[in-house]
């Protein structure tokens, strides 16, 4: 997805792991300077070689002179790290967008820290996937100040397909919790037909190509149906990234109350792919738990 309308800008993408590497060469693509950094020296170097721009040798060069700086590594305290050194070496008035997925507190933690050097801070945590990120498709949900959020809107539309404001700072990472709740609880659910389909002797292909014609239809049905019934699981969001997502949903829920029995229980479920080694495996692989049980 292109971004023609917006004048090209001197951003900043810190972080080019499976999501941030796609993400940060839909912003090339869409004709602006980006200057990239990953820890990995060799990957930035990758990313160069394929996409342009530049890549620098420390987050602190990387966003030196950028309007906008986006994060996209792994937990809390990375991000603490990484807006750190960027606030050392941003100028007023530059915004940085988080598109990790971290906690609300530590984003109103970074929103405060930004804010007294008079930077703006976006918790903009997105849902998609790989291939959505691959297909500039993403959806971006987003936090904190709206003046910021307008200003960099056209930005994230360059790998968003939806890029939405949700409110204050905390309220994209709470929205992105929400998307993590009812996929763990989706994706078990058809684990547990299509297991149920294969011991009551059903083609489970033809199951899975009828009921999604119907009020069981879902993303996962249609995306991870097939290959689930075909022991793939060697693609898309990896179990441990997921484990660290629901800690996070279930340290918020002790926090607001919120009574989450199936998220605790897919939690402990995707535990027990871990013990199998199914560490990088895509959450889908639940199947391969029940199958693994029979």
Same mark, same amino acid.
């Given at each position: ?8 800008? !001197? $951003?900043?993408? =810190? ?8 993400? +940060?060469?839909?912003?090339? *693509? ?5 200057? %990239?950094?990953? *820890? ?7 990313? $160069?070689?394929a996409h342009g721009g530049r890549s620098a040798p420390t987050v602190e060069e990387a966003v030196a002179g950028a309007d906008t700086v986006f994060l996209c590594v ?9 807006? +750190? ?10 915004? @940085? ?14 929103? /405060?820290?930004?804010? +007294? ?24 949900? %987003?936090?904190?100040? /709206?003046? #910021?959020? +307008? ?14 404001? &949700? ?10 919790? %929400? !998307?993590? @709740? ?19 002797? =059903?083609?489970?292909?033809? %199951?899975?190509? $009828? ?11 249609? !995306? *991870?149906?097939?290959? &689930? ?20 949903? =279930? ?19 995707? #535990? ?6 199914? !560490? ?8 391969? *738990? ?5």
């Open positions: 997805m292109s971004d023609s309308a917006t004048a090209p800008r !001197n $951003v900043a993408f =810190l972080g080019l792991g499976t999501m941030g590497f796609p993400m +940060a060469g839909h912003l090339a *693509r869409a004709g602006h300077a980006v200057t %990239v950094y990953n *820890r990995t020296a060799a990957k930035a170097e990758a990313w $160069v070689a792994g937990g809390d305290d990375d991000v603490r790290e990484v807006t +750190a050194k960027a606030l050392g070496a941003l100028a007023p008035g530059a915004v @940085i967008a988080d598109h990790s997925t971290v906690s609300a507190a530590v984003s109103r933690e970074m929103d /405060a820290l930004a804010s +007294a050097r008079r930077v703006s801070f976006l918790d903009a945590p997105v849902s998609g996937g790989q291939a959505g990120a691959e297909k500039g498709i993403l959806t971006v949900m %987003v936090g904190g100040d /709206a003046d #910021a959020f +307008a200003r960099a809107q056209p930005l994230m539309a360059a790998f968003g397909r939806s890029v939405v404001h &949700m409110g204050p700072s905390g309220a994209g990472q709470l929205t992105k919790m %929400v !998307n993590q @709740i009812c996929i763990a609880g989706l994706v078990q659910a058809l684990a547990e037909g299509l297991s149920f389909a294969q011991r009551a002797g =059903l083609d489970g292909h033809k %199951v899975v190509d $009828v009921i999604s014609k119907g009020a069981a239809q879902s993303w996962q049905m249609e !995306n *991870r149906g097939h290959t &689930m019934l075909d022991g793939k699981f060697d693609f898309g969001f990896a179990v441990d990234w997921m484990r660290k997502d629901l800690g996070i949903v =279930l340290d918020e829920a002790r926090r607001n109350g919120a009574t989450l029995p199936v998220t605790a229980v897919v939690d402990q479920f995707y #535990a027990d792919v871990q013990a199998m080694g199914g !560490n990088r495996l895509d959450t889908s692989s639940l199947m391969k *738990r029940l199958t693994a049980k029979g």
